[in-house]
């Protein structure tokens, strides 16, 4: 559903790690009403990067919680849909653009702007990880405690990892990441191995 729910106990609050496509915040909702956190609120909505498949749903949150939204400072015009692809990359341009004309698109204020190493409002312990190739700005972010990583669309970048999915996937294609941390930490992604079900849940 490339979207996670992260439950910050001491703050009896809720915070978004990407918003995921059409359908997500009804699956959202289901999810939380299961799990009896639909009382809590939520505060905050961070972005691993600025595709429409993990922005689509950032508006409408905004306006029902008030949430604050943070963003990588390089997907910028991502976030602002006027991204400029090329070469192979028009294609995922192409899927996008229909994307956004067939289940629409509103624009959505960014509050806090991402860099590499800043850290993230949610709880503590969490600090962004700069892994470009899907976009120039792709984050993951890291708890170096529970050895975590939220990774987005790490395992789409070409050339980061032994197999090579079609540089359509990607907006950076010829970046890819190289991070330390990936032998010690569980890595929650995005796309793989699933996109189908309810977004995962984390107390932290």
């Known amino acids: 559903m490339t979207f996670h729910v992260i439950q910050v106990q001491r703050e009896e609050a ?9 359908g997500g915040i009804s699956a959202l909702r289901r999810t939380l009403r299961q799990r009896h956190w639909d009382h809590l609120p939520i505060r905050g909505i961070v972005l691993t990067h600025g595709h429409y498949d993990h922005t689509r749903n950032v508006a409408e949150l905004v306006r029902e919680t ?18 400029p692809y090329h070469s192979w990359s028009q294609i995922c341009g ?21 860099d590499e190493g800043d850290t ?12 470009p ?14 050895k ?19 540089r359509i996937l990607n907006s950076d294609p010829e970046r890819f990441a190289t991070v330390s941390i990936l032998p ?18 984390l107390t932290t």
Not at 66 to 83: M, N, Y
Not at 120 to 131: K, R, Y
Not at 137 to 145: I, L, S, V
């Open 14 to 22: 809720l915070y978004l790690i990407d918003t995921g496509m059409a």
């Open 66 to 83: 008030g949430a604050w939204v943070a963003a990588p400072r390089l997907d910028k015009l991502h976030c602002e849909g006027r991204h």
């Open 94 to 114: 192409w899927l996008e653009a229909g994307g956004r004309r067939l289940l629409g698109f509103h624009s959505f204020p960014v509050d806090f702007w991402i």
């Open 120 to 131: 993230i409002p949610i709880g503590s312990g969490w600090t962004a990880v700069h892994l």
């Open 133 to 146: 190739g899907h976009t120039g700005g792709h984050m993951g972010y890291h708890h170096t405690r529970r």
């Open 148 to 166: 975590l990583l939220f990774s987005g669309d790490l395992f789409a970048s070409f050339g980061a990892f032994s197999h090579l999915p079609p």
């Open 184 to 201: 010690r930490a569980w890595i929650w992604r995005g796309h793989f191995p699933t996109t189908a079900g309810p977004p995962p849940l």
